[in-house]
């Protein structure tokens, strides 16, 4: 036989041995994967992505929006527990609400029917009703309806890393304002949620996600057996119009002091101002105890039945309790689910609300060669 041809043999055989050397031992698993999930009106693709957790934490997230979809976490009899309140399927995102959503530019109410002084001027936002007494939310700019980049990172600890250019003057907005969001899905059972942000030009920035924490596992009843606690000596004082008013009055003494354990069904509806004036039912920014910048406890939110305790730490300065919906609301979830009125509790950690048009708080401006940057962790465990 020619060298040629041996060479030839050998070189086939080492590629069959080294194809089913692969089949044989395959490669492992990825902990972060993705699939097509839609079209938005635009044409755009959007994507779903999976990330799993070596203890069992699993996140599904779209790129639209930053939703958090799915959030499965571990409960009492090795089951797990889906905790998001949301929908099954992209249109129904794409149509409504802010389920799970990243918020931007601005996160809650700017008042002053939507107006904030910057640099001697004052900026307009853009408001699709003229007579509205504030824009909230990122008005007509708004991050949660935006198809963001996303760029996967595999490992123990799976990333998703999400990008948004936000143009100058969106929404009224100045300045072209970049933004990147990370979720990774940590050793510890963690979501971690890792925010930046940098700016042409002056600017307002105040960021979140709006999750649905339903730890009694999502459709399955509301809140008022959880228990709540709050590292908080201070709120965020609201008027009729839930508009900041400047104020930060002490918990002392009211529904709101949360620095103990408090079951939640005992202040839903307590006839104290700031919850009687909307018929019930959370809706209060908490300043957290400690120094803003560094990461340290904001709460802690049990359940009996799943046995599932979140554990919220965060850089940012305040919170927002949030207990799905003030008075009567229904609405309709995954699998076809109603939800109803307190059926979840949103624990959005953020800057000072409407902090603009509030001198007396820690600005929320951003400037050029300035870096926001924020962190927040919601971890899982179970009752001991």
């Keep these: 036989m020619k060298r040629s041809s041996i060479s030839n043999n050998l070189r086939t055989a080492g590629l069959t041995l080294a194809l089913l050397a ?15 999930w839609g079209t938005t009106a635009k044409g755009e693709t959007v994507q779903l992505f999976t990330l799993k957790g070596a203890r069992g934490l699993e996140a599904h997230i779209t790129n639209f929006g930053g939703v958090i979809v799915d959030l499965l976490v571990p409960a009492k009899g090795g089951r797990k527990v889906d905790v998001m309140l949301g929908y099954d399927d992209f249109a129904s995102y794409e149509k409504g609400g802010v389920f799970g959503a990243l918020i931007g530019r601005v996160v809650g109410r700017v008042s002053n029917g ?63 304002l970049v933004t990147t969001v990370t979720y990774t899905v940590t050793r510890n ?16 920035v105040n960021l979140t996600n709006h999750a649905y924490f339903a730890i009694q596992g999502e459709g399955n009843g509301d809140v008022s057996g959880q228990t709540l606690q709050v590292f908080a000596d201070k709120y965020m004082e609201q008027d009729a119009d839930i508009l900041i008013t400047g104020a930060t009055p002490s918990v002392d003494g009211t529904p709101l002091d949360f620095r103990k354990p408090v079951r939640i069904g005992e202040v839903l509806n307590a006839p ?6 909307r018929g019930g039912g959370l809706d209060i920014g908490m300043i957290i105890n400690g120094k803003p910048g560094t990461l340290r406890p904001a709460a802690r939110l049990s359940d009996p039945n799943t046995g599932i305790v979140m554990d919220i730490a965060t850089t940012q300065p305040t919170m927002q309790l949030y207990s799905y919906g003030i008075g009567t609301r229904t609405n309709i979830g995954k699998g076809g689910k109603t939800y109803r009125s307190f059926y979840s509790m949103s624990l959005e950690t953020q800057g000072y609300l409407d902090a603009s048009n509030h001198p007396n708080f820690p600005s929320n401006e951003l400037r050029p060669g300035q870096l926001l940057h924020e962190v927040t962790t919601f971890r899982f465990g179970l009752a001991r």
């Design 22 to 36: 692969g089949l044989a031992a395959p490669a492992a698993a990825a902990n972060i994967t993705t699939k097509d």
């Design 114 to 176: 939507g107006t904030f002084p910057l640099d001697g001027k004052t900026i307009q936002l853009e408001k699709t009703n003229p007579a509205a007494k504030f824009v909230i939310h990122g008005g007509t700019a708004g991050f949660q309806k935006k198809l963001w980049h996303a760029e996967m990172e595999d490992g123990p600890e799976p990333k998703l890393i999400l990008t948004l250019a936000s143009s100058d003057g969106a929404g009224g907005f100045p300045g072209l």
């Design 272 to 277: 104290f101002p700031q919850i009687a004036m």
């Design 189 to 204: 059972n963690s979501l971690k949620l890792d925010y930046s942000a940098v700016a042409t030009a002056p600017t307002i």
